[in-house]
């Protein structure tokens, strides 16, 4: 599984690029926003931090416009995937920007008949929002397995499934276990999911031991 940060701050991204973890990076308008800084600027000190993909979403909402958008996007850095809304706007827009070789990711998906449609018009990626869901008392996960089940069932649909919208360790393994290509994951959450108290307690023990032994290793 890969696993993309889902931040347009720069600096978490270097630093969790050094754990060689990172495989792609996400943004959306809100994180841009967030950043405070010029989404161009932005996008390409991204781009040259991370080799994998990097997500820069079109704010138009009508194809030609979006289709202007995502091109000026895309000409920021080749690694830069386009990201569009599940509209059929959007998907108009796949059609012709993935026909002049860019990635597209297909954001807010929140229905695996939305992610059918995605992956029919050549999505590279599809980002089903499971957060999202869980927030109104949906399932989720249900609609990652449900995505994985039919993306299975036809050889053609090769768009990779980005799970989005991910909110707690358990959402990234639940996301590895339903068969997710991709977790985009926020820093605080990727950072956490190596923790877990019997590995501290245990090197806390051993280390323990080992100085009472007296011996060392080199
Ligand atoms: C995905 O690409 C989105 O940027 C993101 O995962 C949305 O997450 P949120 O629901 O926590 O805003």
Redesign the pocket.
């Known amino acids: 599984m890969q696993f993309f940060v889902?931040t347009a701050d720069v600096e978490e991204i270097r630093s969790l690029a050094e754990t060689g973890m990172l495989d792609g990076v996400?943004?959306?308008p809100?994180?841009i926003m967030k950043a405070g800084r010029p989404m161009a600027d932005v996008i390409a000190e991204i781009a040259g931090i991370v080799d994998g993909p990097v997500?820069a979403e079109v704010t138009a909402i009508e194809t030609a416009q979006m289709i202007a958008e995502g091109r000026r996007l895309a000409e920021i850095a080749p690694n830069v995937a386009v990201?569009l809304p599940l509209t059929w706007d959007g998907l108009k827009a796949c059609r012709a920007l993935t026909a002049d070789g860019h990635m597209v990711n297909i954001?807010l998906c929140f229905s695996s008949a939305q992610a059918l449609l995605a992956a029919k018009a050549g999505a590279t990626f599809v980002?089903p929002?499971i957060?999202?869901l869980d927030d109104l008392g949906l399932d989720g996960m249900k609609l990652i397995e449900e995505i994985r089940t039919i993306y299975d069932n036809y050889e053609e649909l090769q768009t990779e499934v980005l799970a989005?919208?991910?909110?707690t360790t358990n959402h990234v393994q639940l996301a590895a276990l339903g068969g997710a290509d991709i977790a985009?994951v926020?820093p605080a959450i990727l950072t956490k999911l190596i923790q877990h108290p019997l590995t501290e307690r245990g090197l806390e023990q051993f280390l323990a031991d080992w100085k009472t032994s007296g011996q060392s290793i080199l």
């Open positions: 889902d996400t943004t959306n809100s994180l997500s990201k954001t980002s929002f957060g999202r989005a919208s991910i909110r985009t926020p």
